[in-house]
């Protein structure tokens, strides 16, 4: 009678799904690696901290799946998910947020992503999520879904909408930041007032407020 076979060993990655995690807080890396790792089907196969990290890891470990932040140092979450999947079509990835109801989550999705998940609900969403990506179906849960289907293609903001902002953030006048733009300050206060619209927004205070707040652009230090 043959001798039973071994079991698999738990360092034996072949038959799992392989994960990236990227995201700047050590911790939250640290977290999502100790909800994976109650999974037999599931492993954590690298770490990143940036978007430039990002893609570098991904190509040099062909993760199954990637946990991807949108607020990366550098390059952002939907730029680094882009250009990897430029270099690896069909590249799964999920994307991580802070921020509910948010453009970021429609540009995301737009750009390719599998699923949204924000990391408040990461230990009671994040399994489900992973395994359903890797059988090739996008994920959200339903209270986000309606969320972000509130959020029409329509008065999504475009870069240059959000490079407007950034510019304005920064203190520019609507005279500066057109001369920073090579354009009119008539052109910036009419794409200004449908920015206005789109954020339903009062004033520009308040714009810059609102896409701060939503994850759009970064305050200034």
Avoid at 100 to 117: I, K, P, T
Avoid at 169 to 180: D, F, H
Avoid at 207 to 213: E, H, L
Wanted: hydrophobic content about 45%; some cysteine; proline content about 5%.
């Amino acid at each position: 009678m043959p001798p039973p076979s071994a079991p698999t060993s738990l360092h034996d990655t072949s038959s799992r799904t392989g994960i990236l995690i990227v995201d700047d807080h050590p911790l939250l890396r640290e977290g999502i690696a100790a909800v994976v790792a109650r999974e037999t089907d599931l492993c954590i196969v690298g770490e990143a901290a940036s978007g430039e990290e990002a893609i570098e890891q991904h190509r040099r470990l062909q993760p199954d799946i990637t946990l991807m932040d949108l607020v990366l140092p550098g390059m952002d979450g939907i730029d680094a998910m882009r250009e990897i999947q430029h270099a690896t079509p069909g590249a799964k990835v999920l994307v991580l947020t802070t921020y509910r109801s948010d453009q970021q989550a429609f540009r995301a999705l737009h750009s390719g992503a599998m699923g949204f998940l924000l990391k408040s609900s990461l230990r009671s969403e994040l399994i489900n999520a992973v395994r359903a990506a890797a059988q090739g179906r996008r994920w959200m849960p339903p209270d986000l879904a309606a969320d972000v289907s509130a959020i029409s293609s329509a008065d999504a903001l475009s870069d240059k909408d959000l490079r407007v902002l950034e510019l304005i953030a920064g203190g520019l006048t609507n005279r500066e930041v057109g001369s920073a733009l090579s354009l009119s300050e008539e052109a910036i206060r009419s794409r200004l007032k449908l920015i206005l619209a789109k954020l339903h927004a009062r004033d520009r205070t308040q714009a810059v407020a609102i896409a701060i707040g939503r994850g759009l652009i970064r305050p200034r230090a």
